[in-house]
């Protein structure tokens, strides 16, 4: 799939089912930003920047970090293709994937994650944004070029709220130093989240004060690899209500999360 090159540079060619900026910018990740010809962000602590060029996208990376973390980061050895045609089998979705094809999940950090969508409650995608790029360039470590790495529930547990003040986060901020001293004391164990039922993993992550069902499936689905999870936001709440009030279709078994991202995009844009 991809074409490996010297000097950091790495090229995979266009291809319909990988849309990258419809899946940086669909409500599942915070830290990316459009930038000339291309677009930039951070994860695991490693700043990415992916251009457009004739010949598909490059990847400003070594092999090492594409191999290690990007191809994992961006789900490129799942089938979308496949996974949209099986989908297709319910008219809904039919639409929602022909309109918009190329929405990968982004297999994120778990804590990072986590935070993020504790700090997403009752909020809009900038400001979303904007705490998290204050929490990061506060707390986090100084990569350079003006990037940093999200600060680790270790560094946030010695903190309180108020020393979140700066970040403009609300209410949120008590949410968040609640979940690094959980996850830190053992309270919450995020490694396990991958491997146990998904009603143990959300009763975990639930322990977490001001993290409910849309916290928890959001994080499992984004940070945990939990395909099937399915986070219900007013959006998704109406397209059940709508159009599938007598249940979720056979077609997407295992894979709701995945279908979820899609429906979600599609009915937020009618």
């Given at each position: ?73 961006f789900d490129l050895d799942t ?187 599609w009915r937020r844009n009618l």
């Open positions: 799939m991809c074409n490996m090159q010297t000097h950091g540079y790495i090229t995979i060619p266009y291809d319909k089912n990988f849309d990258l900026p419809l899946t940086l910018f669909c409500g599942q990740a915070f830290r990316w930003k459009e930038v000339e010809d291309g677009w930039h962000g951070v994860a695991f602590s490693k700043p990415l920047t992916v251009k457009k060029s004739d010949n598909g996208l490059i990847f400003e990376c070594s092999e090492e970090d594409f191999e290690n973390i990007w191809r994992k980061y089938d979308y293709g496949k996974l949209c045609e099986t989908f297709s089998a319910d008219e809904h979705l039919k639409t929602a994937v022909n309109e918009y094809p190329g929405i990968h999940i982004l297999r994120q950090d778990t804590w990072e994650a986590l935070c993020s969508f504790i700090i997403s409650q009752n909020n809009n995608i900038p400001r979303i944004c904007g705490i998290i790029d204050r929490l990061c360039a506060m707390f986090g470590d100084d990569l350079g070029n003006g990037d940093f790495s999200f600060p680790s529930p270790e560094r946030l547990a010695s903190l309180s709220a108020e020393d979140l003040a700066p970040l403009r986060s609300g209410f949120r901020a008590k949410y968040i130093i609640d979940a690094a001293v959980k996850c830190c004391d053992g309270t919450v164990d995020l490694k396990k989240l991958g491997t146990v039922s998904l009603e143990e993993a959300r009763a975990e992550l639930m322990q977490i004060k001001g993290v409910g069902p849309k916290v928890a499936e959001c994080t499992l689905l984004y940070g945990a690899g939990r395909m099937q999870a399915f986070p219900i936001d007013v959006w998704v709440r109406r397209i059940l209500d709508e159009l599938y009030s007598d249940g979720l279709p056979d077609c997407i078994r295992d894979y709701e999360g995945i279908a979820q991202q899609y429906l979600f995009h």
